[in-house]
């Protein structure tokens, strides 16, 4: 099998890329510009091209079995008007000119990587399924659902290739980036003071994971045309995710606990007189929201129809994730 994958330079990309080669598939990469070798464990063929240039996509799909697609701006808070056009042209135009492109080439299969932020907040409700109903908070998420929806529209008419679509929990592993970055930092400093009880909720995926319920659905006849969320098969509050996170630095996980609403407050206000003042300071509201926020979403559909088993729980994930992890 010959595989391109899209974004193989960022989080997800090397291990997904490594684990190909592990299993004899041929693989491309879409790279925009050079790249740091080291980061595959065999030399990989490269292609250069960018998903949102049309034009630039058709050579790299040649000989192509399946796509992966990864490439995507990832969550940011509070983006300018600027970054919400990059936004829409490399998340949702990007993903319709790979879509097009790999019709094109007849590729078998293309896999997207969408996220369960799709579904926007869970707290009161039970964890969502693939057919509960999409309620994105954020820019991120909302470019992911116009994306699925274009795709799948290119797709539907093309019987000789289909499209997976997996809504990804959240991803951890080794390359650790974004939110759980910070937390770890802030854990392993004594930095971190959970607000609220912590019993808010979490839906996780050891990358290890991940990577093989991607090529999974990349290889199985019965994943076409299918969506899929992707965890590890368990829902996971806050606190437990603490705990697993400073048992594999070696730290305690932290005693002191704010209060929720006051903190909410207080860091509302202190939005208001940053953004009076004019001073460049993260929108700490926002922060505090995504602490608290619950996020709960079920995995038994992959696991029921493919037979996918998770090999990572969160205590054995974060260990793997945090070996190497500066102490």
């Not at 959240?170 to 019993?199: D, I, M, S």
Request: charged residues 20%.
């Amino acid at each position: 099998m010959r595989a391109l994958v899209t974004g193989a330079t960022g989080m997800i990309g090397p291990a997904l890329v490594n684990q190909l080669l592990a299993k004899e598939w041929k693989v491309r990469i879409l790279v925009r510009r050079s790249f740091v070798p080291e980061l595959f464990t065999t030399s990989v063929e490269s292609a250069i091209g960018d998903v949102a240039v049309p034009q630039s996509l058709q050579p790299a799909m040649e000989g192509v079995d399946i796509v992966f697609h990864l490439a995507a701006k990832l969550h940011l808070n509070d983006p300018s008007s600027d970054q919400v056009q990059e936004y829409r042209r490399v998340n949702h135009d990007g993903a319709i000119n790979v879509a097009q492109a790999a019709i094109a080439a007849k590729v078998k299969r293309m896999v997207h990587f969408s996220t369960i932020s799709v579904y926007g907040p869970s707290i009161g409700l039970d964890p969502f399924t693939e057919t509960s109903p999409l309620n994105p908070q954020s820019l991120y998420a909302e470019t992911k659902i116009q994306s699925e929806e274009g795709i799948r529209t290119i797709f539907k008419d093309n019987p000789r290739s289909s499209v997976v679509v997996l809504r990804l929990a959240a991803v951890y592993g080794p390359r650790l980036q974004g939110n759980y970055r910070t937390l770890v930092k802030a854990l392993q400093r004594g930095l971190f003071w959970p607000v609220g009880n912590g019993q808010n909720r979490r839906t996780m995926i050891y990358i290890d994971d991940l990577v093989r319920a991607a090529i999974l659905t990349a290889e199985h006849p019965a994943a076409a045309d299918s969506i899929f969320n992707v965890t590890d098969g368990r829902i996971h509050t806050l606190n437990e995710v603490m705990i697993a996170i400073t048992q594999a630095l070696g730290k305690k996980p932290p005693l002191l606990r704010l209060p929720r609403r006051p903190v909410q407050k207080i860091a509302a206000l202190a939005d208001h007189l940053t953004e009076t003042l004019r001073l460049p300071t993260p929108r700490l509201r926002l922060l505090v929201d995504k602490v608290v926020e619950d996020v709960a979403a079920s995995g038994d559909k992959l696991c029921r129809q493919l037979s996918f088993r998770p090999q990572y729980d969160i205590e054995q994930g974060w260990l793997a994730a945090l070996k190497t992890w500066e102490k």
